[in-house]
């Protein structure tokens, strides 16, 4: 079965400390992935994606992630955390190819907590 | 420009009873996705709909229905409702069947089920 793992729950930062949320996943093929961020009582609202080409990808709010196929990873990252930044991240993947029709299958969340 | 927008947002059931959720896509958008959120959890694939058909389905049971109207909108219906059924209900939205462009969350329709 295909999966997305996100082995921490909760990650904690220091404001202005560099961030690292991870993500690893089981997805056959070349997978599409791709970071959601979801606020209290909200949506999710899109970060950032990996199709193809570099493997270090840029996304909102200076966020970056970086795709590592032989460590099937794709984790999320920030030079400098901010107070801000504190919410739920989720990481998603999606075949490239098969019956699938890009349908994301998702993390669990990880909890990001930046400190003042 | 209005967003993924969905109905009620929240809304409370018994047991047994019967909900419909509706959602309107991000203009431009046709192909509209529906996901169930459990407290705690990711985001879980229910079905898509796609010019009117539903074209792809999670692992979820026959009680979760659906129908896309021709102006791209969208409602998930869930009959005999049970406990479990309680979570947050997302709709999403993207432009065409391409698998490479962002889906677009609406904020959500939170289901109680007592």
């Known amino acids: 079965a295909q999966s997305v793992a996100q082995p921490e729950d909760q990650v904690n930062v220091a404001e202005g400390n560099p961030l690292t949320v991870k993500c690893t996943y089981s997805?056959?093929?070349?997978?599409?992935l791709f970071w959601y961020v979801q606020y209290p009582n909200r949506g999710l609202q899109f970060l950032l994606k990996?199709?193809?080409?570099?493997?270090l990808v840029k996304g909102s709010y200076g966020f970056e992630a970086e795709f590592n196929k032989s460590q099937t990873s794709f984790h999320l990252k920030k030079p400098s955390a901010l107070v801000s930044d504190s919410a739920l991240y989720f990481c998603?993947?999606?075949?490239?190819?098969?019956?699938?029709?890009?349908?994301?299958?998702f993390g669990k969340g990880t909890k990001l907590s930046v400190k003042p | 420009d209005a967003g993924v927008t969905q109905s009620p947002t929240h809304l409370i059931k018994t047991r047994g009873q019967q909900v419909t959720l509706r959602c309107s896509p991000k203009?431009?958008?046709?192909?509209v996705s529906w996901y169930q959120q459990a407290l705690g959890q990711g985001p879980q694939f229910i079905f898509q709909?796609?010019?009117?058909?539903?074209?792809q389905r999670g692992n979820f049971p026959d009680r979760f229905s659906g129908h896309q109207f021709p102006n791209y909108s969208s409602e998930l219906n869930v009959n005999a409702l049970l406990l479990g059924d309680s979570a947050l209900y997302l709709c999403?939205?993207?432009?065409?069947?391409?698998?490479?462009?962002?889906?677009?969350f609406g904020e959500g329709s939170r289901l109680t089920v007592l």
């Open positions: 999403a939205s993207r432009a065409g069947s391409s698998r490479t462009g962002e889906l677009f």
């Open positions: 997805v056959s093929g070349n997978p599409y």
């Open positions: 990996y199709i193809t080409g570099d493997n």
């Open positions: 998603a993947g999606a075949p490239a190819s098969g019956g699938s029709q890009g349908n994301l299958i």
């Open positions: 203009s431009g958008h046709d192909t």
């Open positions: 709909y796609y010019e009117e058909e539903e074209r």
